[in-house]
Nanobody, 114 residues
Framework: QAQLVESGGGLVQPGGSLRLSCAAS????????MGWYRQAPGKQRELVAE???????NYVESVKGRFTISRDNAKNTVWLQMNSLKPDDTAVYYC????????WGKGTLVTVSS
């Protein structure tokens, strides 16, 4: 059974950093494009960053230069390093695995506030 488990969320001050992790099981990890999405209160879920099985990343404009997505296919894990966090980054962050079908994690809350 496919499963994604996120960790690493929490409360951080503006300008701070967090590193999110997503551990995958039940899938052939290297086949999947892995992504991080977020959903802020009252807003639609949006793509933040994604990375192909071969390691090519893609970012939404608002996080370019601040966030870095990476993966280790041997560890079935994808990370999202978030630096220079802003209050607008506050959201529930979801891990996604996409290869024809979509698999979602349950999400981890990131709160950026002083």
């Amino acid at each position: 059974q496919a499963q994604l488990v996120e960790s690493g969320g929490g409360l951080v001050q503006p300008g701070g950093s967090l590193r999110l992790s997503c551990a995958a099981s039940g899938i052939i990890f290297s086949y999947y494009t892995m992504g991080w999405y977020r959903q802020a209160p009252g807003k639609q879920r949006e793509l933040v960053a994604e990375i192909t099985g071969g390691g090519t990343p893609n970012y939404v404009e608002s996080v370019k230069g601040r966030f870095t997505i990476s993966r280790d296919n041997a560890k079935n894990t994808v990370w999202l390093q978030m630096n220079s966090l802003k209050p607008d980054d506050t959201a529930v962050y979801y891990c996604n695995a996409r290869w024809g079908v979509n698999v979602w994690g349950k999400g981890t809350l990131v709160t950026v506030s002083s």
